[in-house]
C-alpha cells in the first residue's frame, strides 16, 4: 500500500511540476539548492568536528607514547652508563694488579737487554771447571726414605 501512495504521490508532483509558472519553479529550485547546500554544510561541520576530536585524541596518544619512549631511553641510556662505569673501574683495576705484580717480580725479566747481558769469552767453563767422574752422584749419595 505504502509503494502505492508513493508511486500516485509522485506521479501528482510532476503534473503539478508540468503545470506550475516557471517564475515558481526558479523560487522552488532555489530553495532547494539552499537547502541542499545548508545539510552538506552542516555534515561538512560535523566532519570536521569529528575529525578534530579523532587528531586531538590522536595527539595526545602520540604524546604520551613519546614521554614513555623518552623515559624507556633515558632509563637504557642511564644502565648503559653504570655498565660502562663498572666496566671501566674493573678495567682500572685489573691494570693495577698487572702493574703491581710486574713490580713484584725480578725487574731484569721486564726490561730489555743490553750490551753488559751478553756473554763474553771469560763467561765460558774451561777445562779446569768441567765436572770429573768424583764429582758425579752415585746410588749409595742419593737420600732414601729412612735417612
Given at each position: ?32 539548492k539552499d ?16 575529525a578534530e ?19 624507556k631511553t ?74
Open positions: 500500500m505504502e509503494k502505492e501512495l508513493k508511486k500516485a504521490a509522485g506521479k501528482a508532483a510532476k503534473e503539478v511540476w508540468k503545470h506550475t509558472p516557471e517564475p515558481v519553479k526558479d523560487k522552488v529550485k532555489e530553495k532547494a537547502k541542499m547546500i545548508e545539510g552538506i554544510q552542516d555534515k561538512g561541520e560535523a566532519f570536521a568536528e569529528k576530536k579523532i587528531t586531538d585524541k590522536a595527539g595526545e596518544k602520540l604524546h604520551d607514547k613519546a614521554k614513555d619512549a623518552k623515559e633515558q632509563d637504557a641510556l642511564m644502565s648503559a652508563k653504570d655498565r660502562l662505569g663498572d666496566a671501566v673501574e674493573s678495567g682500572k683495576e685489573l691494570q693495577d694488579k698487572i702493574s703491581s705484580n710486574n713490580e713484584d717480580k725480578d725487574s731484569r725479566k721486564r726490561r730489555v737487554k743490553g750490551i753488559r747481558d751478553i756473554k763474553t769469552a771469560k763467561d765460558i767453563k774451561g777445562v779446569s771447571n768441567i765436572k770429573g767422574t768424583q764429582d758425579i752422584k752415585s746410588s749409595n749419595n742419593i737420600k732414601t726414605m729412612g735417612s
